[in-house]
């Protein structure tokens, strides 16, 4: 019996070669999408689940004046471990500011490079998360001063395959030359983690631990990631209900000199990597938002492929109905013939999987580079038992419909030949088409919304000049200090309009900031201001618009009280910008009153990306003896292309033992969109699989459709219809269900263009132009797919299709 049915299937396929390919194809390209943002979902769903008791792990972040803030101050750690009993471990990860990259040398072997993702951790790191160890002993790795624990890819650019354990990296940041022993190589195993790190070094150490040990401030500096690991059986709730009462009992006095108001909340670390998107996240984190679009993107494939089996298999009904009928006049029940289409159906999808996978590691590369991941096609064994069960599933759910359909017909009614469509067939294929194109509409319309708006941001004026600007990072001391003699040798070359020196630039993270009020005023009345350090020329450079007063000045000792601030500045200190110039303001040092008079103010700008408003911002003088951390090389129009060389040599020329390492400006700023960037590369892709599966079964449709009236365009020849009537004629019914799919579909697009646009404090209006292109495409490719089957069948010889029954 099953032989029988494998056999009858087989020769159906076989028979129906140009239906049965596109359901084959169309299944296919729909589990290969599945398959692949499975394991897109499956690969950032990973993260953080590899530490041992992870459930007992968390953060412990801030929340002040409505803002969420991933980090907080240095004795927030010490306090959480003496206060509670609950607390089992405890500790801290330090990215310390200007430290993004740090310069690691080997002075034996000759080998130095910049390296990112480097972390200050407490000696206690290795007993709160999980790492696997090469080399070395995670419970004492870092107990020591002046510690380092690398990753394996560090060591091997090291050491080779060396054991590196006890040897001396010299490490430099801007503050000096450090030498760290190497205590542990943790393993590059495939386990991801909201902590990108590539190495680790000891917070005891000679060059900022001795500034961590007088952070005991609770208002200050809340730039320490605190976690804590909580002992079994503790509720979290209950845990979480202790805080303000306990950030009340260490804290109050703190708070109350800097008039401040914080709480602490907890965040589980299995969560913060697609839950969190607060302020200061140590590395760029997922969307779990994003995860559900691509999961509904991943289903609605598949089921328009589902949908295209079901049309394809009903609308081909009457060519197998008097196959039903001879089976039932033969004996066989109503369960046997179900049991037979579903079989078919099954072997197609069994199929289709096969050709699934072909397509999978085809264009995996690809999707990679969209993703920018590096997934594997086969290396999660349980994504493979999904991938089998979801092909299962989607042959009988492709094949339920028809094989109740079929199995439903009556013996006289088909045996004589009077079978035709039913209502509710022809009502149910028709609402499918509709369902289709309204998915591949939604899909289009956002497609065009985050395109537009990523051209928004792309072309606006951000206020200051992002373009012609090669960024430098003054990573070492030494660096630090050759700076005079660098700017002096690149502003000899025709091709460099100015150069300058700053802690920031526009498009990072805002760590640095202050309370300032105005004059006349007091804490109560103070604003929170971002700020940047920088030289005389760093606002010249830039670009930024002066509207008054006058630039830092160029007298090393003059203006280290003077400010320069930005529009929104001047307003909320309850300035006019007209008569700012001369004014001071107020911040708290050392608890005590510190003024800045204003000097000059310049247009607002976004210093950050256009998710955010523009915030008060100031540029100061550097002092205290901070130090730069970028060189802003500014290059004439016209001439970039050839000052890259130049830069370079004269880098090399004053800077023989640091490696030339830049980036674009442009570029950098553009990197706050890369989450967005990514999901419209993603979108634009599977939108253009959605339209090309919905086509294949218009495609079908139109085929079986045009052959079904072969016999009436004949009769229509020879009465006289002219070919573009019939055209017409065969097309309008396929039109109207794209039309009607249109109508559907276009209120769902705005409500989900408007949401996703509300994540930006900038964006595009939703037009009512971007319905109408969108309309417009989806009956454009409506008509270009069914186009070639109908005008075909109107430029038939009509001799044909009337000489036989």
């Known amino acids: 019996m099953i032989k029988n049915y494998i056999k009858i299937a087989w020769r159906n396929l076989i028979k129906n070669k140009f239906f049965s390919l596109i359901n084959i194809f169309g299944l296919a390209v729909g589990l290969a999408t599945c398959f692949l943002l499975m394991l897109y979902v499956f690969n950032e769903t990973s993260y953080d689940k590899h530490h041992k008791d992870v459930n007992q792990i968390y953060r412990v972040a801030l929340e002040a004046a409505g803002e969420k803030w991933a980090a907080g101050p240095a004795p927030l750690a010490q306090g959480l471990a003496s206060d509670f009993a609950e607390v089992e471990q405890v500790t801290r990860i330090l990215n310390f500011p200007t430290t993004d990259k740090m310069l690691l040398k080997d002075e034996n072997a000759n080998v130095s490079f910049y390296e990112t993702n480097g972390y200050y951790v407490d000696s206690t790191f290795f007993k709160v998360f999980t790492y696997d160890f090469s080399y070395g002993d995670l419970e004492t790795a870092l107990n020591q001063p002046n510690t380092v624990v690398i990753s394996e890819a560090i060591a091997h650019k090291l050491y080779g395959d060396a054991n590196p354990i006890n040897k001396i990296i010299n490490i430099e940041i801007p503050y000096g030359k450090y030498n760290y022993t190497v205590k542990g190589v943790f393993k590059n195993n495939g386990d991801k983690s909201h902590i990108n790190a590539n190495f680790f070094l000891s917070m005891q150490n000679g060059d900022i631990g001795e500034w961590v040990g007088q952070q005991t401030n609770w208002a200050y500096n809340n730039i320490f990631h605190t976690y804590i690991k909580l002992k079994k059986g503790v509720n979290t709730g209950n845990f979480e209900e202790k805080l303000p009462a306990f950030l009340k009992r260490n804290a109050a006095v703190d708070f109350k000199e800097m008039n401040l108001s914080k709480q602490l909340f907890l965040q589980p670390v299995k969560d913060i990597y697609l839950k969190s998107d607060i302020g200061n996240e140590l590395s760029t984190n997922g969307n779990m938002t994003y995860l559900y679009i691509f999961g509904s993107i991943a289903a609605f494939l598949l089921l328009i492929a589902c949908i295209n089996f079901m049309n394809l298999s009903t609308a081909r009904s009457e060519k197998r109905a008097k196959e039903v009928g001879v089976r039932k006049v033969m004996g066989a029940h109503k369960q ?100 289709q194109f309204a998915i591949s509409v939604c899909l289009i319309l956002v497609a065009v919304v985050i395109v537009k708006q990523l051209d928004f941001i792309k072309n606006q004026d951000l206020g200051f000049k992002k373009d012609q600007q090669i960024i430098l990072p003054l990573r070492s001391a030494s660096v630090v200090g050759n700076y005079n003699a660098f700017k002096d040798e690149m502003l000899k070359d025709p091709k460099v309009a100015s150069v300058s020196a700053a802690s920031t630039y526009p498009g990072f993270d805002l760590v640095q900031d202050m309370f300032i009020y105005a004059e006349g005023k007091s804490l109560d009345d103070k604003i929170e201001i971002h700020y940047a350090q920088a030289y005389e020329d760093y606002i010249k450079t830039l670009g930024y618009e002066l509207i008054r007063g006058r630039f830092l000045s160029t007298n090393p000792e003059a203006d280290l009280d003077g400010v320069v601030l930005n529009e929104t500045a001047i307003k909320q200190l309850g300035y006019d910008v007209d008569n700012a110039i001369g004014k001071k303001v107020y911040h708290e040092f050392d608890k005590q009153p510190q003024s800045l008079h204003i000097v000059g103010v310049i247009k607002d700008f976004h210093s950050r990306s256009f998710h955010n408003s523009i915030l008060p911002y100031a540029i100061r003088k550097f002092s205290n003896g901070t130090q730069p951390s970028y060189f802003i090389v500014n290059i004439k129009e016209g001439q970039f292309d050839n000052a890259l060389a130049s830069v370079k040599s004269v880098w090399e020329k004053v800077n023989p033992d640091t490696p030339f390492q830049y980036s674009f400006l442009d570029q950098d700023f553009q990197r706050n969109y890369e989450k967005e960037q990514r999901m419209s590369d993603v979108i634009i892709c599977f939108t253009l699989i959605a339209i090309f599966i919905a086509c294949l079964g218009l495609l079908g449709l139109a085929s079986f459709t045009t052959e079904q009236r072969k016999k009436e365009v004949g009769i229509r020849r020879v009465l006289g219809a002219s070919v573009i009537g019939i055209t017409t004629l065969l097309s309008k019914d396929f039109l109207k269900l794209v039309v009607a799919a249109i109508a559907f579909a276009s209120p769902i697009s705005y409500y989900l263009g408007k949401r996703w646009l509300e994540g930006f404090a900038y964006h595009i209006d939703m037009s009512w132009w971007l319905f109408v292109i969108t309309g417009g495409v989806a009956l454009g490719i409506a008509f270009a797919t069914v186009s070639f089957q109908v005008i075909k069948a109107a430029v038939s010889n009509p001799v044909k299709s009337l000489r036989t029954e």
């Open 336 to 435: 046997s013939l179900i049991f037979q289409y579903l079989g078919e159906s099954l072997m197609m999808s069994v199929l289709a999987l096969a050709l699934s996978m072909v397509i999978v590691v085809l264009f995996l590369p690809i999707f990679n580079e969209f993703s920018q991941k590096e997934l594997m096609p086969f290396e999660n064994s349980q994504l493979m038992f999904w991938v089998i069960g979801l092909t299962l599933f989607t042959g009988l759910l492709s094949g339920l419909y028809p094989a109740f359909y079929l199995s439903s017909f009556k013996i006289t009614t088909v045996l004589k030949g009077k079978l035709a469509n039913s209502f509710s067939a022809t009502f149910i294929r028709k609402g499918l088409v509709v369902f």
